[in-house]
């Protein structure tokens, strides 16, 4: 085997135990996955999985890593970024958050960030680092187009972009959650139509229909 091949087959190798990992611990949780239960959705043996890995922690650590990219990615490459109204944006972003949850027919498979936070926050302060970051970073990202949203179309208006975007996070995470504990995705479409309607009081427009989160863009108005 030549060396291109055998790094080729090291990175097939060790990308198979990751999505593993994804998949299993954001079902099941850390402490429920066992490094067998790895090895056996990767089809890797116990001996390759620690050539590549110390321990579960260790895998765990590199799952959120590649959890987290892998939701940078799919936001970076959203419809919604080409949009040149921050307003349009918005709701671009929800709508497109709101498919991706509901497009599935089985009961969402949960965050793996969120699934963490829940689990290890007051034992494993690595992980919440971890999770903390990740929650914030997308905040602050919904932030940017609130706070322009905001001075274009509503200045006046009594709300704080970071707060709203914060509500939002919770919101997101607590859909995922319920929608777990009910066994149905209905709730996460019926909490993003919610605060699609919450947005739209805040900016003026008018209720946003209960089957689509954007509301005609005719509709923008200034405050």
Do not use: W
Request: with cysteine; net charge positive.
């Amino acid at each position: 085997m030549t060396n291109k091949a055998a790094t080729a087959e090291s990175s097939d190798t060790k990308r198979k135990l990751l999505d593993a990992s994804v998949k299993l611990m954001r079902s099941k949780g850390f402490n429920a996955t066992t490094v067998d239960d790895i090895c056996g959705v990767a089809g890797v043996t116990k001996g390759g999985f620690f050539h590549y890995f110390q321990s579960k922690q260790d895998i765990a650590k590199a799952a959120v890593d590649r959890f987290r990219e892998a939701r940078r990615l799919a936001f970076e490459q959203a419809p919604f970024r080409k949009l040149a109204d921050p307003l349009d944006r918005i709701y671009g972003r929800l709508n497109f958050i709101k498919k991706e949850l509901l497009e599935s027919v089985q009961v969402t498979g949960g965050c793996l960030v969120g699934m963490f936070a829940q689990e290890m926050a007051f034992t494993n302060p690595e992980l919440r680092a971890a999770c903390q970051d990740s929650f914030l970073h997308l905040a602050q990202d919904f932030e940017k187009d609130l706070a322009a949203a905001k001075a274009h179309y509503a200045p006046k208006a009594d709300f704080d972009p970071k707060g709203l975007a914060i509500l939002f996070v919770a919101t997101y995470q607590g859909s995922v959650l319920m929608a777990k504990t009910t066994d149905n995705n209905t709730v996460i479409g019926e909490n993003f139509d919610q605060f699609g309607r919450l947005l739209a009081a805040l900016f003026s427009q008018s209720a946003t229909p209960t089957t689509s989160i954007v509301p005609p863009i005719a509709n923008h108005s200034l405050n």
